[in-house]
């Protein structure tokens, strides 16, 4: 092949590249016969940065795509490629001018947000598959991976509460927990700051369980929904609790979801950034001692 069918692109983003790169590819099926190579940097934030690259580019005559938010960024290398006669392509900047007249407002010009959002799509993408795969009390043996396991009695809104966490990017684990049957020894295996518990008044309860039953088509009669039973088993569950004095317990009785799972993640920051501060103080007293 003639080295005139050889083409370097030079991808330069404020962020991963990876939009630049696939529109380029995505041209250059048109050029079949062309023989390709891509170099990319991510994250140049400096016009020093830039200055690098470009000085490459003039010398081996390689054409640029950029997408670059910064305004400073974008003119900055405008002027370098007409003072280095170095071809360039700006994927973002007419893009960016097309939005802001319709939109009659400035963009934020903040670099990164798009990897941003695709991070936390996909942490909540991830979080959702791992609580519905351990909903139930099911695939206990990969506990240890939860950020957060709810344990309750039947219908104490560990699954609804579960599901609306993982929305927010936690993996829950929920754990049914009953009378006259051990509790999973994986679950005192595990960080104990992340077992919270769940107990529900036993009149709230007892109405929920009658309603379901009525549901379900089913007769009213049994332990299930019966009154006494539901208050034992409220009680036990509680005392239960109080044994564990490690675990928070949260009473969902008239609380919205929303309520509850603000509870939980305020617990969990704090709980997060006492570790942090801990894990600093004692690597300050390491660093003292030495």
């Not at 200055?51 to 290398?77: C, N």
């Not at 684990?173 to 009378?179: A, S």
């Amino acid at each position: 092949m003639s080295p005139t069918n050889k083409l370097k692109v030079i991808v330069i983003s404020d962020g991963t590249g990876e939009t630049a790169t696939a529109i380029t590819r995505a041209a250059m099926t048109q050029f079949a016969d062309k023989d390709i190579f891509f170099t990319r940097y991510k994250n140049v934030r400096t016009k020093e940065q830039i200055d690098a690259i470009f000085q490459e580019a003039a010398i081996h005559h390689d054409v640029i795509v950029y997408t670059m938010v910064s305004l400073e960024m974008r003119q900055h290398i405008a002027e370098l490629t007409r003072r280095e006669h170095v071809r360039a392509v700006d994927l973002m900047g007419p893009l960016l001018t097309a939005f802001s007249n319709f939109f009659e407002a400035e963009p934020s010009h903040v670099p990164g947000l798009l990897h941003a959002v695709n991070d936390e799509y996909f942490k909540r993408v991830a979080a959702i598959e791992f609580t519905l795969n351990h909903d139930d009390g099911r695939n206990l043996e990969s506990l240890e991976a939860a950020d957060a396991v709810l344990v309750g009695i039947s219908r104490a809104s560990k699954t609804p509460l579960s599901m609306y966490l993982s929305l927010e990017g936690v993996k829950v684990v929920n754990v049914p927990i009953v009378k006259g049957l051990p509790l999973p020894e994986k679950l005192f295996q595990i960080d104990q700051r992340k077992i919270f518990c769940l107990t529900i008044d036993a009149e709230t309860l007892h109405q929920i369980r009658k309603n379901r039953l009525t549901r379900l088509g089913v007769d009213e009669g049994g332990e299930y929904a019966d009154l006494n039973k539901v208050i034992d088993e409220v009680e036990w569950a509680n005392s239960l609790f109080a044994q564990n004095k490690r675990w928070p317990v949260f009473n969902v009785t008239g609380k919205a979801l929303e309520e509850t799972a603000a509870e939980i993640l305020k617990l969990m920051t704090m709980r997060k950034v006492n570790r942090f501060k801990q894990s600093k103080r004692f690597g300050e007293e390491e660093k003292g001692e030495e």
